[in-house]
């Protein structure tokens, strides 16, 4: 008996198998059909999902939207120096008929924010029919004049008012009695640093002024209605105009030993009964000074110099000069 190779194992082991699919029109029929079905159970699904949601919506809209009871009744708006309730119905556009779900709050902030007498908004709904307006105001510190750049050296309606962060807006005419207190910083144009509405100013001659008055401020914090004006006069000085005439001037630092100079010199003037014209500040000895109907300013006299002259307004000079120099 002869011996098997192994080619005839080799063959058992590679069976080729054919697969063969048949499709015939009754099948692909059934095919479609299953299709359909599928589909409508998934149009079915989305029908309930829909009718849900809409009957969701008509409850929503039939409890809240299209109650009379939530129809709007009540604008609060705290107490500010901006906007009244009338004003403000003006500025938002508010229906006053209309439901309070009706209105989008966060829109409603925006759009205060968008003016610039205000800092920060915020608007609340209140059930049953209450719109709760809270704003804060900016409240300003000096007036900004700049003629080059349209902003004339007046405080009228809508005029440039700065507040202490050194925003600069349009005066509202609410805030217009309160500002008509506040001192004008008289600017000169500056193509670099120009000034705008509603931007943050950082023209240089600004931060000096306000340093002066910030200085004043705490000097003399119950007469800031005095001042008038504050300018620069150069690179190193500071003007400051009164109300009721005289200009001083200032240097850019030693602010306190020059106030203390200047309030006992106004001082001084109003009890002898005459009116400083003009009085610099910057010498700490022999402050000049100009007197209102003098024809020739008399020159800087030193406390321990002896008057010229037995007039009366030679002697109320020197008894100024006297008191300023006592330091």
Known sequence: MGKRTSRARHHRHHVKVLKSEVMSPRIAWFNLLNSLKLLAKFAI???ILLSIAYGVREAIEHTFHRNSDFRLQVINLNTNDVLDETKLVEQLKIDLTANIFDF??????QELLKIPAISSAKVERELPGTLVFKIITRKPVAWIACENEGFPASRVQSGLLVDHTGFTYPCPSLQLK????????????DPEHPVCVAKIIEHPEYRHCMHLLKAFSSTYPEDISMIESISQKNEWSLNLKTRSGTEATFGLGSHDRQL???GRALHHAQKKGYQIATINLIPKRNVP???HGDEKPPR????????QSNDKESRRVNDLRSLLNRN
């Open 289 to 291: 000074i100009t007197i």
């Open 45 to 47: 699904i989305i029908g």
């Open 300 to 307: 800087a006299i030193p406390v321990t110099e002896k008057p």
């Open 178 to 189: 309160g500002a008509s207190e506040i001192p004008i910083f008289v600017l000169t144009s």
């Open 260 to 262: 203390d100079y200047f």
């Open 104 to 109: 989008d709050v966060d829109h409603l902030q």
